[in-house]
T-cell receptor, first 114, second 113 residues
Framework: QQQVKQSPQSLIVQKGGISIINCAYE??????FPWYQQFPGKGPALLIA?????SEKKEGRFTISFNKSAKQFSLHIMDSQPGDSATYFC?????????????FGKGTKLSVKP | DAGVTQSPTHLIKTRGQHVTLRCSPI?????VSWYQQVLGQGPQFIFQ???????GRGNFPDRFSARQFPNYSSELNVNALLLGDSALYLC????????????FGPGTRLTVL
C-alpha cells in the first residue's frame, strides 16, 4: 500500500517530441504528488507537484495529469530537449505529522536525442 | 538565498566505522528530512526532524540516528558501517512538518569498503 510504481524504467525521445512517464499508487490517503528531476551526481530538484483536487497542472513545458479514480498520475514533457536528459522520479505523501515523508518511485531515465 | 547544503561531498569509510553527515536547511525552513538513495533507485526515507523533534522514522536499523540543532541544521549518524550502507545520502528541507515542497541538497556520497 505504500508503493509508488513508475514506468517506464528508461525512455528515449527525439528532440521536440513528447516524453511521458507514468506512476501508479495504491494508498488512497496520499494527497500530494510531486515530480523530481535528478542529474547525475546531484540531488533531486522539484519540478512540479499536484494535489488530488485537480486533474491537471501545467508549468511551462511540464504537465502533470492526475486520475484519482485510477490512482494514476503522469508527467508530460512537451518539446523535449537534450537538456531534459535526466532521471525523473514521481513521489507521493500522505498528510503530515510523523508520516509526512515522501515515497518515491524507482525512477525513469530519460534520454533526449538531438 | 542559498539552497540546502550538505557536507562532506564524498566520504570513504571501512566496514565497522562510524560516519557523521551534516545538513543545513534553507533559511527559514524548520523541517529536515534524510533520505538514502542507492544507485539506480529512488530515495528512501530515513528520518524527519521538525523543531528539533523527531517526527518520522523510516524502516532503517538502530545504527542510524539523527538530531536537529537549535539553528535547524541536522546531523545523520551511522554506526557499524556495512557495505550495504554505500549510497547517496540526501537531506531535504521544508518550511512545515508535512512532506510537501521539499527541497533537496546535493547529497553526500558514502562509500563503504
Amino acid at each position: 500500500q505504500q508503493q509508488v510504481k513508475q514506468s517506464p524504467q528508461s525512455l528515449i525521445v527525439q528532440k521536440g517530441g513528447i516524453s511521458i512517464i507514468n506512476c501508479a499508487y495504491e494508498n488512497t490517503a496520499f494527497d500530494y504528488f510531486p515530480w523530481y528531476q535528478q542529474f547525475p551526481g546531484k540531488g533531486p530538484a522539484l519540478l512540479i507537484a499536484i494535489r488530488p483536487d485537480v486533474s491537471e497542472k501545467k508549468e511551462g513545458r511540464f504537465t502533470i495529469s492526475f486520475n484519482k479514480s485510477a490512482k494514476q498520475f503522469s508527467l508530460h514533457i512537451m518539446d523535449s530537449q537534450p537538456g531534459d536528459s535526466a532521471t525523473y522520479f514521481c513521489a507521493a505523501s500522505r498528510p503530515g505529522g510523523s508520516q509526512g515523508n515522501l515515497i518515491f518511485g524507482k525512477g525513469t531515465k530519460l534520454s533526449v536525442k538531438p | 538565498d542559498a539552497g540546502v547544503t550538505q557536507s562532506p561531498t564524498h566520504l570513504i569509510k571501512t566496514r565497522g566505522q562510524h560516519v557523521t553527515l551534516r545538513c543545513s536547511p534553507i533559511s527559514g525552513h524548520k523541517s529536515v528530512s534524510w533520505y538514502q538513495q542507492v544507485l539506480g533507485q529512488g530515495p528512501q526515507f530515513i528520518f524527519q526532524y521538525y523543531e528539533k523533534e523527531e517526527r518520522g522514522r523510516g524502516n532503517f536499523p538502530d545504527r542510524f540516528s539523527a538530531r536537529q540543532f537549535p539553528n535547524y541544521s541536522s546531523e545523520l549518524n551511522v554506526n557499524a558501517l556495512l557495505l550495504g550502507d554505500s549510497a547517496l545520502y540526501l537531506c531535504a528541507s521544508s518550511q512545515l512538518a508535512v512532506a510537501d515542497t521539499q527541497y533537496f541538497g546535493p547529497g553526500t556520497r558514502l562509500t563503504v569498503l
